[in-house]
């Protein structure tokens, strides 16, 4: 090999995960605390970046972003601004004109940008983040289920680009999350339950315990019920940051990967219907797949898959969609094995909070799964 030398950086990331009610109240130190963290005596500068949807349904969130920067004493170099929420959002345009207006404003790698919104808009005010000069500080507000208990807490953001989902990105940890349980109150029924399939997949791979613990409380989550959904969030955020910190990938580098238990169906399902379908319904409808496949595979058990889309559907989460029979779902595996570096590594469930990997899927057993999950088949059985 020649001269070489082998170079070894070995460093810790750390950030704060707060739960918190009511971030912008004037008396609520969370914020201020989390920007000053590092550097207590210094006057901190940031920008506030809100989700279009979020700020339709908060008017006063503005006023009341800068009202708290004054208190505070926080510098706020420009007034709020939103971006669009949802999927459309996680394009290239978007982060393009993001770059413009914090440049203009010198962001610079001491400033914050807080983005305040759904998971979409956190993936991709994270993207240009963590690309503006080379990294910014970012905190992120999620303000959905989803953004809450999953994809806000994590260490990736992305963009959608050539058809494929989350085809640009990077791995970037957040300078701090904060999840303000007040906002979920304005969340469309369907945007409240679609987070909750991330829980249950989260207890699938790691928690048998919390999975029963969604069993037993199926119906107070479906009704929305404050504490039972509190608790959701808060167990399915910290197995998730358990499992980033703990399962010795964090930059998934390998193949091997978990926290993505159906979401190969999901991702591909997702672009199939143009984002009709919701990440979180996607995931569902991909775990009742892959979980439905194990069955057909040997490897999961019918009663251990009745009881998954037993929850799933009292939840209130779908687990079916036409799409399905669409021959181009299979492709998604393509392009899964893609997205993890060439070669194929699945997590499938072998029973309740117990994953397995597998390295190949049979084709003639997906489309069984698939046939067997089929309403129209159910209903043909029953008739005849
Ligand atoms: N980076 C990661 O690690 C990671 C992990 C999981 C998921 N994700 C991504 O997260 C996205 C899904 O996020 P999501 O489920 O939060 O949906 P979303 O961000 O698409 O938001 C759904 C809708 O809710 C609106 N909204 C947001 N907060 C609201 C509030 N408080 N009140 C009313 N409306 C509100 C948004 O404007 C949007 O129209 C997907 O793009 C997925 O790929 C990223
Ligand atoms: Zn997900």
């Known amino acids: ?61 503005f006023a009341d972003i800068e009202a708290y920067a004054r208190h505070h004493d926080l510098e706020l170099a420009a007034p709020p601004w939103t971006v669009p929420g949802g999927e459309p959002a996680k394009q290239a345009s978007i982060v393009d004109e993001l770059h413009r207006r914090l440049a203009a404003l010198h962001i610079d790698r001491h400033s914050f940008v807080i983005a305040i919104g759904g998971g979409a808009m956190l993936d991709v005010v994270g993207y240009a983040a963590a690309t503006l000069h080379r990294g910014v500080r970012l905190v992120r507000m999620p303000t959905t289920v989803l953004g809450q208990n999953d994809a806000g807490v994590g260490v990736k953001n992305g ?47 790691r928690d048998a315990g919390f999975f029963t613990w969604l069993v037993e409380h199926a119906a107070a989550l479906a009704a929305f019920e404050t504490e039972a959904v509190e608790h959701m969030i808060h167990r399915c955020a910290e197995l998730h940051l358990a499992h980033i910190a703990g399962g010795g990938d964090p930059f998934e580098q390998g193949n091997a990967r978990p926290l993505d238990f159906g979401h190969w169906a999901a991702h591909k399902l997702e672009m199939l219907t143009e984002h009709a379908v919701r990440h ?87 489309a069984r799964a698939i046939e067997q999950l089929d309403p129209a088949r159910r209903v043909a059985a029953q008739l005849g």
Not at 20 to 43: I, K
Not at 196 to 201: F, G, I, R, S
Request: glycine share 10%; with cysteine; charged share 20%.
């Open 159 to 205: 963009i959608n680009a050539f058809g494929a989902k989350n085809f640009l990105g990077t791995f970037a940890a957040p300078f701090a999350v904060i999840n303000d349980s007040r906002f979920l109150a304005t969340l469309e029924p369907r945007d409240r339950i679609a987070g909750m399939a991330e829980a249950v997949k989260v207890a699938l791979i």
């Open 1 to 61: 090999m020649g001269d070489s030398i082998l170079q070894r950086i070995a460093f810790a990331l750390e950030y704060p995960v707060v739960f918190t009610r009511t971030a912008f109240a004037r008396d609520n130190a969370s914020v201020a605390a989390t920007l000053s963290r590092r550097e207590p005596g210094r006057r901190h500068r940031f920008v506030a970046i809100v989700d279009g949807g979020v700020a339709a349904r908060w008017p006063e969130l």
């Open 280 to 366: 979180g319904e996607a995931v569902a409808i991909g775990m009742a797949l892959d979980s439905r496949y194990a069955v057909e595979a040997g490897l999961l058990s019918e009663r251990e898959y009745a009881a998954i889309v037993g929850l799933l559907g009292r939840l209130g989460l779908p687990v079916w969609h036409d799409v399905l029979r669409d021959p181009a779902l299979s492709a998604g595996l393509g392009e899964f094995r893609e997205h993890l570096g060439g070669e194929l590594c699945l997590t499938l469930v072998s029973g309740l909070g117990h994953p397995i990997e597998v390295r190949e899927i049979d084709g003639a057993l997906l």
